[in-house]
């Protein structure tokens, strides 16, 4: 019996040591699709939980897209992951919530399937951006800033604006592109 516990934690150890970054996680798209977020790796990613329906939503998402529109989607990608969780302001399946950013903010950006981000029923990449932060979100327009190789930057709530963030983003494209231009 003890050789089979053994076994297990070894068995949860490994599996564990392999959630190392974010990208290393696999979701599920919008459009119902299983995507490994591992594509991102080598860009920045700005992870946002988005809402359809909050009084920040026009601000930010007509932000994150300028955001995405000007730095990617080589060295930058904002990643939205809408939520229900905070005041019932995202209630919309997924085919609506996407249809809805695409025509009214010209969303070019990833959009995920709608997830718990707080919670027992929380996504696993979403456990794991608030262990690495050590901040949890507790409404709408969480942003967790990812570096190119899946770590956690830092995390922001709703009421940091994205035009705040944007020089960050800015130099960390910055490095990466002056990083390319030395490998050449």
């Given at each position: 019996m003890l050789s089979v516990l053994t076994l297990l934690f070894i068995l949860f150890?490994?599996?564990e040591a392999k959630q190392k970054d974010l990208y290393t996680f696999k979701v599920v798209n919008s459009r119902?699709?299983?995507?490994s977020l591992e594509k991102y790796r080598g860009?920045?990613?700005l992870v946002v939980n988005v809402?359809?329906?909050c009084g920040f939503t026009?601000?930010?998402y007509t932000d994150l897209q300028q955001l995405q529109r000007d730095f990617g989607p080589s060295h930058f990608n904002v990643l939205a992951f809408?939520?229900?969780?905070?005041?019932q302001q995202e209630p919309g399946s997924d085919k609506d919530i996407?249809?809805?950013?695409?025509?009214?903010?010209?969303?070019?950006?990833?959009?995920?399937s709608k997830i718990a981000v707080v919670g027992t029923g929380a996504n696993n990449a979403y456990k794991y951006l608030v262990e690495k932060s050590g901040k949890e979100p507790d409404w709408n327009f969480w942003?967790?800033?990812i570096d190119t190789d899946g770590n956690v930057v830092d995390a922001w709530g709703p009421s940091v604006s994205v035009k705040e963030l944007r020089p960050k983003i800015a130099e960390m494209v910055r490095n990466i592109i002056l990083k390319k231009k030395e490998e050449l």
């Open positions: 150890s490994l599996n119902g699709r299983l995507v860009s920045v990613s809402a359809s329906d026009q601000d930010h809408p939520c229900n969780q905070f005041g996407d249809a809805f950013v695409r025509r009214v903010y010209g969303v070019s950006f990833p959009l995920f942003k967790y800033l």
